[in-house]
């Protein structure tokens, strides 16, 4: 699939002439950032022929008693070798199934610093009626009545609503309420229409998606099956009882996806995904060349949903020539009904091991949602947070939950954690979900005590409570009814473009104060809790620097036309060499692989990106300019110290 893209093309720099050395080592020389806990910067590493890196320091003591056997990286002035990044939270198949959808991919788009394509028409999807209608579909005729219109990303949050013109017009007030309307009006009434929001936590379908889904094609009495409620989600009605055409949680348009055309690669996704896998394409292959090329070399995939999704990632990592690690994170039901048990690389480079590490890293944690998402409504919020009226999500207070109590997510953990042998990712984005998870932990860890690491994924809305109860649980002073707890190792992942493409839709959303509040990387720091930074992508893009760099200056900006740019809660930038580590060396401890990724360490494995400059140098605090992190050029990527990548 990959092969021809990556192919392996030798250093051609002079070999060190030394003593004896085993065939195969490889020798890197320049400015080293090793990520270890001193900061060290280093001006070699060695590394065996299997990927495991053996020295790391200066050059004189590294290339002693080497040999002409040795084959020389040598690193040009200015740039910069580190471990390769790793992305500790995004959903691979659906980053792979946006890259197939053209004009049906109805995002708005990212803010000037982050366009990469500047050809790119930003006004077509700009507005909520406007991006529907730049969808290219088929008519029924020629489709099919039954086949469905798959649509991702529409985000109204962020795209504006304007029902006085063009398709839709005269329609109701606002498109959340009844969006059903506006996808007969402006895609197509003659065909079932699923459209997935960009949070992916909500979805919007017509009349045509109901009655594929409705016993016999029959609306009118029609009951969402057990499924999407046992999932957390709904399908809003009306004062009538009507269906509005808006689903919330992922739960909620799973019987949609089952009602899909089997080819389609969205329900393939869940019907065979392993077929996805086999039978790849021009467009999957951008899309993973494009991580590629974002310089990561690892991810986590956070929910796979089924045995047969996780078979699929491992099948891609399988392909010749993929080009990054991925560990797996299984939704809680799928792994309960699978039986399954948390696995490990299947091989570890060490002593009297002679194996390089595999690009499948296993399926060692589970996955639950608390609450649904910020921007899509259906974050649980908790006092003295809650959604504006007059905002975006008028009416819906302090949000909803995935769940009716924080005991019924121990009641769903308790046989998971009582095995004592995975990790859990918790997704908590509103206090309220995080408080609410908390709880969970804290109960679940007075009945039995894990040793294994816990990860909030994406910690959104950020409150000193909440953040000092994690530092107190980290430190076995946590309590919870009226009981000790103890010590618990909860560590947090943000989504940082909350802050960057969402920051002001939040102001508007929640208000300044609270908006300030999102990602709240000073009470972490106050806390002395593990950050990390993530894409969840497709939520957002998997690019690391343009991370650091968001998570160093907060900049926002409004939307549509981005005419508004400031810093949204400037106490909780990160420093760059914060926001560096938190793409490398924390996300690895997140997943319990830092004895092998996120460091450039005796004993560990040479996964390495070279940059073009170095982050550090673009440190306010040197007075840098950290606006420009984003433009560091990403120039190669090693896996076990072999290019994964050539360049002119």
């Known amino acids: 699939m990959l092969v021809a893209a990556l192919a392996f093309v030798s250093s051609c720099a002079a070999p060190v002439e030394r003593g004896p050395s085993k065939p195969g080592s490889t020798l890197f020389l320049g400015k080293i950032l090793t990520m270890d806990d001193e900061g060290t910067i280093a001006e070699a590493v060695l590394v065996d022929d299997r990927g495991q890196i053996l020295k790391v320091g200066k050059a004189s003591d590294v290339q002693q008693g080497l040999s002409s056997a040795v084959e020389v990286v040598q690193l040009a002035p200015g740039q910069v070798l580190m471990p390769g990044f790793f992305d500790p939270h995004l959903h691979f198949l659906p980053t792979l199934l946006q890259s197939v959808l053209g004009t049906h991919d109805l995002a708005p788009c ?59 017009k005269g329609g109701p007030a606002s498109f959340m309420t009844q969006p059903k309307f506006y996808l007969d009006a402006c895609v197509t009434k003659e065909r079932p229409v699923l459209i997935l ?32 409620a046992q999932g957390g989600g709904a399908w809003a009605t009306d004062a009538d009882g009507n269906f509005t055409g808006l689903l919330q949680e992922a739960s909620s348009y799973g019987p949609f996806l089952k009602a ?23 467009e999957l292959e951008r899309a993973i060349l494009a991580m590629r090329d974002a310089g990561v070399t690892t991810i986590a995939d956070g929910g796979l949903q089924s045995v047969a999704q996780l078979n699929a990632v491992k099948r891609f990592t399988e392909l010749p020539g993929f080009p990054f690690r991925i560990t797996g994170v299984v939704v809680a039901d799928a792994a309960m009904a699978a039986g399954l048990k948390p696995t490990a690389p299947a091989c570890e480079p060490k002593a009297g091991n002679e194996c390089a590490l595999p690009k499948w890293l296993g399926a060692g944690a589970i996955k639950v949602w608390v609450d649904g998402s910020t921007q899509g409504c259906t974050a649980k919020l908790d006092s003295p947070y809650q959604y504006l009226e007059g905002g975006h999500c008028s009416g819906d207070g ?8 924080a005991q019924a997510i121990v009641d769903q953990l308790s046989p998971l954690w009582a095995q004592g042998t995975w990790r859990f990712n918790l997704h908590a984005n509103g206090n309220g979900a995080n408080s609410w998870a908390l709880d969970a932990l804290s109960r679940l860890q007075q009945s039995k005590e894990n040793p294994h690491r816990v990860l909030l994924v994406h910690n959104t809305v950020g409150q000193p409570a909440v953040s000092k109860r994690i530092g107190d649980l980290r430190k076995g002073a946590g309590v919870m009814d009226g009981k000790p707890v103890s010590a618990l190792d909860v560590q947090v992942t943000h989504l940082i473009g909350h802050v960057a493409y969402w920051g002001d839709a939040f102001v508007g959303m929640l208000g300044q104060e609270t908006a300030s509040e999102l ?25 690391p620097l343009w991370f650091v760099e968001q998570a160093v200056t907060r900049r926002t900006w409004s939307y549509p036309d981005f005419t508004k740019e400031y810093v949204l809660g400037a106490k909780h930038a990160a420093t760059v060499e914060e926001a560096l580590r938190a793409i490398t060396v924390v996300p690895a401890r997140h997943h319990e692989l830092d004895t092998l990724l996120g460091s450039i360490e005796p004993g560990k494995v040479a996964d390495f990106v070279v940059l073009g400059a170095n982050p550090l140098d673009f440190d306010p605090a040197q007075g840098g300019d950290p606006t420009k992190i984003s433009q560091i050029p990403v120039l190669q990527t090693y896996l076990n110290g072999r290019p994964t990548q050539t360049r002119n």
């Open 260 to 282: 899909m055309q089997q080819d389609l690669p969205m329900a393939l996704m869940h019907s065979d995904p392993i077929k996805l896998a086999e039978q790849g394409g021009a």
């Open 197 to 228: 929001d960009q949070s992916g936590h909500l979805a919007y379908v017509n009349q045509k998606a109901f009655e594929a889904v409705c016993p016999n094609g029959v609306v009118k009495g029609c009951k969402p099956p057990d499924s999407v």
């Open 519 to 543: 990602d709240p990387i000073a009470y972490d720091r106050e806390n002395g809790i593990p950050f990390s930074l993530h894409s969840d992508s497709m939520v957002t893009p998997t690019r």
């Open 110 to 168: 990212l803010p000037p610093p982050y366009q990469v394509d500047p050809s790119q028409d930003c006004s077509s999807r700009s507005e909520v009626l406007r991006a529907l209608s730049s969808m290219k579909v088929e008519p029924a005729s020629v489709a099919g009545s039954g086949s469905f219109v798959l649509g991702m990303n529409l985000d109204p949050s962020r795209q504006t609503f304007d029902n006085s013109t063009g398709c839709g």
């Open 398 to 405: 302090e949000g909803r939950a995935d769940y009716d109590s």
